[in-house]
């Protein structure tokens, strides 16, 4: 029994079949499938997709302060504005500022002066009080300061405190004064009572300067010249005829777009324009003959029922800036401006 029980614990583990040693030898030594050419090909494009399908890394987000989330709540919306081509021609230029012009004139055949006056001498001196304020506020005061002193001789003898007593409605009636005075002294000292005629002349009076002289020439002595008022300044930049800003600049800029002969109806279009309906703070787009011609189209209303509320003088049925105006005027529906204190 020991010789048995000892036998038995020495007996070697149990061995694998001959069967089963071959069979693993066989898939140990067994060489490795190769893939056909059609499978790599499939292969590669099932990778390629596995690639494309993946989702993209997320965006970091920004985190905008709430102060500057609320000025961007404030904001106003992005305007819709229609700009000319960027590499607009000179000749392209030429062409669409002079169509406005011809636009213009068909809606204000009628344009003149808005400043009453019987000769140079008055226009002048109308020309030289409308500063920093309404043609219409110098229409209302002239009247009582030609009628007491008609003639740069009466002028010139006036007694200061007289003068700036009348012209007082018209804000800074001091200074305006001293010019009016001293532009009349001038004259009887220096050119016999009369207004000259020549630029280089009129730009040597007291209180004159470029544009007054234009005013005068154009419409005192027919002779051709640009009014660069703040108006025309404002216009002409956004049409886009000139980027200058400084008013000797923008007078020759402008000036090359047309025939010298254009220059005073030219002056005349574009200010009424801007007084009636291109206004500086709320254009009425929506209302605007020229809108198709026009690169700052919808800086404005552009609702054509409510465009029509923010037209002025007779083009929404109010009175001009003149008390005596042209006949052309009163034919075409305009109606005289109040006097001085009549509401």
Known sequence: MKGTAAATKKAPAATKAPAAKRSAAVAEKAPVARKSPAAKKTAAAAKKTAVVKKAPAAKKVAVVPKKATARLKDAAPAKAVVHPPGDESRTALVRRARRIDRELAEVYPYAHPELDFDNPFQLV????????????????????????????????????EEVEEIL?????????????????????EEFGG?????????????????????????????????????????LVRRWQWTAETDPDKIEAAVGALFPKSDWTDLSHHVIWHGRRICHARKPACGACPIAPLCPAYGEGETDPEKAKKLLKYEKGGFPGQRLRPPQAYLDAGGKPAPPLGAG
């Open 194 to 234: 009369e207004v000259p005629g020549r630029l280089e002349d009129l730009v040597k009076l007291p209180g004159v300067g470029r544009k007054t002289a234009f005013v005068v020439l154009g419409n005192a002595f027919g002779r051709p010249g640009i009014t660069v008022d703040t108006h025309f300044q404002r």
């Open 125 to 160: 001196v109308a020309t030289v009080l409308s500063a920093q304020t309404t043609d219409l506020r110098v229409n209302q005061t002239t009247p009582a300061l030609f009628a007491r002193y008609p003639t740069p001789e009466d002028l010139a003898a006036a007694n200061p």
């Open 168 to 188: 007082r409605p018209t804000g800074f009636f001091r200074a305006k004064t001293k010019s009016v005075i001293g532009l009349s002294k001038a004259l009887v």
